[in-house]
């Protein structure tokens, strides 16, 4: 249970936990099964008045959800759209699930409560919405975290960037290393990845059309401002550390964004003196406008200030290389094993959570084949590190230094202090690790440049 919580703040996917303050009307959870749980010392109440009550909810996954897949073998593979809720204990520090309800209709999924092996008629049918849950997250992590919210978004801004950017443009030149091998990497996943009769179509449970869809649904429904890291976790009421303490993506990733943040103030800096630069310049002009009308990016602000500009290029650095790290390295560690998390269950919902099995379990557990094909491909895409967020260089060999103002690249200027912020966050997050459960996935020396595996 404790790890089985741990993914929602540490995990491929730690951007779906939400604070609540009421229970959903479709989430049939009271007070009572809330004290079943947590103990009569405690109310729902008053959890949700201390900002004690997490929620995950994938209901964007009802299109798959809705329409079972076939493997090679006839089998009959399913999706599936469950909510969870956890709490914090009071006094406590970290998550821990108290409730999962396996599908969005309350009157046609019965909710699940958490179970210890002490109580052998509801253990197993925990360990079965457990699983169903994960199968969940490793739909929405690939297709809508990993694939629609990094590899794809950061594609229409590579495209916009070498379509309408001049090769001296200092902000060409600031955002190419950060594309590098974007639109490779991504050709190379619609045509073998994410194809007919590809390592998804294998290990997922939707049919593969469908999965492609939900991809591209989701990738335009992105909304760039809304998905910025402050106001992302504001939205999902999980900004303040007092509320919900143990959150090590947040934690980390904050730091990174600040560093990445004043590393783009110190650049442009150089290069606009006022806004009124940023607005006269045609070419970044066009670049934005490019990525509202043919990027199709929902939420993208027009560049009508030198301060918009900076929070823009932040963003798009971010995204390119700390939070495709976030979301792409927990595969190897955390993804390879297919009984811990997997794109398909092979069994329907259960109805009731009483009289289950260890056979029962294991039946929704993918078959020996497709996990060892989940093993060898999230394996793979999980070690590729390449050059090291701060390491500017040419791509040719000799592999120069890739900026050639000397503004930029002299002793204590906007790169030297950039790489020595980083140096700093590292020695951070590792003193942090010592005295958590280590969280590596944002440290500076693990993040590429780029998108490219």
Not at 354 to 361: K, M, S
Request: with cysteine; proline share 6%.
């Amino acid at each position: 249970d404790e790890s089985f919580a741990r993914y929602r703040v540490a995990g491929p996917n730690p951007m779906l936990i939400q604070k609540l303050t009421e229970i959903p009307a479709n989430f049939a959870f009271n007070n009572q099964q809330y004290q079943q749980v947590m103990g009569q010392q405690d109310n729902l109440n008053l959890a949700l008045a201390e900002s004690r009550i997490y929620f995950i909810d994938y209901k964007e996954l009802s299109l798959l959800a809705d329409h079972t897949g076939q493997s090679s073998q006839g089998q009959t593979k399913y999706v599936y759209a469950p909510m969870a809720l956890f709490a914090i204990p009071q006094g406590g520090k970290s998550l821990m699930p108290v409730a999962i309800q396996c599908g969005q209709d309350h009157n046609q999924y019965p909710l699940f409560l958490q179970a210890d092996s002490k109580q052998p008629l509801a253990w197993w049918g925990w360990q079965i919405a457990k699983t169903i849950v994960q199968v969940a997250e490793g739909n929405y992590h690939e297709l809508f975290v990993h694939l629609a919210r990094t590899h794809l978004v950061l594609e229409a801004f590579t495209i916009a960037t070498h379509r309408h950017l001049a090769e001296c443009h200092p902000v060409n030149i600031l955002l190419l290393p950060h594309c590098e091998g974007t639109l490779f990497i991504n050709n190379a996943a619609a045509n073998s990845l994410i194809a007919p009769n590809g390592p998804i179509d294998h290990i997922f449970g939707a049919p593969i059309a469908l999965t492609q869809q939900a991809a591209g649904l989701d990738r335009l429904a992105f909304n760039f401002s809304e998905n910025m890291l402050i106001n992302d976790l504001k939205r999902r009421g999980v900004a303040n550390p007092d509320c919900l303490p143990d959150y090590p993506y947040r934690d980390d990733a904050l730091l990174i964004w600040a560093t990445i943040e004043q590393w783009v103030k110190n650049y442009i800096d150089l290069y606009y003196q006022s806004s009124e630069d940023v607005i006269n310049d045609s070419e970044l002009q066009a670049w934005a406008n490019s990525i509202i009308t043919d990027g199709k990016i929902q939420g993208f602000m027009p560049i009508n200030h030198k301060d918009v500009l900076i929070e823009t290029l932040t963003m798009i650095i971010f995204t390119a290389s700390a939070q495709h790290a976030a979301v792409n390295f927990p595969q190897k560690p955390l993804m390879t094993y297919a009984p811990a998390i997997s794109g398909a269950g092979w069994q329907a919902c259960p109805t009731t959570q009483i009289g289950h099995t260890q056979a029962d379990w294991q039946k929704f557990l993918p078959p020996i084949e497709q996990s060892f094909e989940q093993l060898n491909i999230l394996y793979l895409l999980g070690s590729v590190h390449y050059r090291p967020l701060g390491d500017y260089r040419s791509n040719h060999f000799p592999y120069l230094a890739w900026f050639e103002d000397d503004r930029v690249t002299e002793d204590n200027g906007p790169l030297a202090e950039f790489r020595q912020a980083l140096i700093d966050v590292e020695a951070i997050i590792n003193a942090r690790n010592s005295e958590r459960i280590s969280y590596n996935f944002l440290l500076p020396s693990q993040i590429p440049t780029s998108i490219n595996i």
